[in-house]
């Protein structure tokens, strides 16, 4: 469950902390993964499952609530696609770096317009 929000077992364990739970802080990730691989001691187990248990019903309560709203949802979390650049392109992009590898930002604004390519992505392909 925790792997389908996407938490990682580190932020588990710093997460515990803001739960505000009475003499809990937060765990480490090395005692996150005992607890799942079942290898802590039985009274470890015992003492973590409700505190685990208490964060996986907030977490997934948010991940609710994160999808009720579409308008959060869609905003800045959004993981930005790859660029990837069309051959005919890439060749004008060779050819310009083959005069000039290090261009202004004047002359990579001309060549993103000349190709409609974003600035950026032409100044990124510059880079790399």
């Known amino acids: 469950r925790r792997i389908k929000l996407g938490v990682t ?3 588990v364990g710093s997460a515990l902390a803001n739960l ?4 809990v802080g937060s765990l480490s990730q090395s005692t996150i993964c005992r607890f799942e691989s079942l290898t802590l ?9 409700p505190i685990l248990q208490a964060w996986l019903e907030e977490a997934e309560g948010a991940q609710r609530e994160k999808m009720n709203k579409p308008e959060l949802f869609n905003g800045g979390e959004k993981k930005r696609k790859r660029t990837s650049i069309a051959a005919p392109e890439k ?3 060779e050819a310009y770096f083959a005069v000039q590898p290090r ?9 993103a ?5 974003k600035k950026n992505v032409v100044r990124v392909w510059f880079c790399n």
């Open 91 to 93: 060749r004008s992009l």
């Open 20 to 23: 505000k739970i009475p003499g």
């Open 9 to 11: 077992q580190a932020d």
């Open 103 to 111: 261009p202004s930002s004047e002359k990579i604004a001309a060549i």
């Open 41 to 49: 001691s039985h009274n470890n187990m015992i003492a973590l499952k």
């Open 113 to 117: 317009e000349k190709l409609d390519l």
